[in-house]
């Protein structure tokens, strides 16, 4: 039950030991509150799947990272929210700590509070670049204040820069708070990659809701939304935040797979790996670019 059929792109060792992984996937199959659609509990298991089927050669940056390893943990379950909250912090600390960078996978995107209070613990300059469809910025949520609803608020409660990118869905109250609170908003596509990395501070964790994507590309979300982003302007700006920014951790959450439609949990594996590709090429090999 704890443990994934599947390490990230079916590594095996020596390429999946945490000891000499820069990135370590963490796979959070949390599901409490009421999405339009359920099941991100089973998106974790269904991206490792897929990414069963990637091509470890990326052509763009010209390396195989997986030769370099990443490594695959246990699942992280809880009961509650304020459970998921305080293990996904835990095992988070202590990746930050071993200086490696957690690749969250969920579940739905409550399990993205924890990891980024663990990093600002770490890192008190720290900017979240968060790509969703929803603001994610209520106080409450059918009266819960952990709700995927409420997400980017009890994050702003410990983070004082946010950037938000994709948006295109928000209530009357998030508008208010967001105007109140000056906070950099790119809506739908009208991002502007020279703002984006202006607003952000050096120390970056990203977390991407997959609804942030068209769903004509990514229709297997909890909560989809008409228009968005396509994949190649995700890959731009990650490319370029990963080159300008020192990017500590991310998260891909709220897939919920779609019984036979595989492309959308390979969308989600590659968008992963071509993360982890794009941090890699900057921290590691920053003369290559
Ligand atoms: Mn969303």
């Known amino acids: 039950m704890n443990k994934t059929n599947f390490n990230f792109a079916g590594l095996q060792k020596p390429f999946n030991d945490y000891k000499r992984s820069l ?45 370099h390893g990443i490594s695959t943990q246990k699942s992280i379950t809880a009961d509650s929210p304020e459970q998921i909250i305080k293990n996904t912090k835990t095992i988070t600390e202590k990746v930050l700590y071993d200086n490696k960078i957690p690749v969250i996978l969920g579940g739905e995107h409550t399990i993205s509070i924890g990891p980024i209070f663990a990093a600002k613990n770490k890192y008190h300059n720290l900017s979240v670049l968060h790509f969703d469809a929803h603001l994610d910025m209520r106080n409450l949520f059918d009266n819960d ?115 036979n439609i595989e492309h959308p949990n390979v969308t989600a594996a590659k968008l992963a790996y071509k993360i982890m590709n794009y941090i890699y090429s900057a921290k590691v090999k920053p003369t290559q670019q």
């Open 23 to 67: 990135f370590t996937v963490i796979p959070v199959p949390y599901e409490k509150t009421t999405s339009f659609v359920r099941g991100t509990k089973k998106g974790p298991e269904a991206i490792l799947r897929a990414s069963q089927e990637i091509e470890l050669y990326d052509y763009e940056t010209k390396q195989n990272i997986s030769e």
């Open 145 to 259: 204040k952990y709700s995927h609803a409420c997400v980017m608020r009890r994050v702003r409660e410990k983070v004082e820069n946010t950037v938000h990118v994709g948006i295109r869905s928000l209530c009357e109250e998030e508008y208010e708070y967001a105007k109140v609170n000056n906070l950099p908003i790119f809506f739908e596509k009208k991002y502007k990659l020279d703002e984006i990395i202006r607003r952000l501070t050096r120390n970056v964790y990203v977390t991407i809701d997959l609804d942030v994507l068209d769903p004509s590309i990514m229709p297997s979300v909890g909560n989809p939304e008409p228009g968005g982003a396509g994949w190649y302007d995700i890959l731009k700006i990650m490319r370029t935040v990963a080159n300008k920014k020192n990017i500590i951790g991310f998260d891909i959450v709220e897939l919920s797979p779609i019984k």
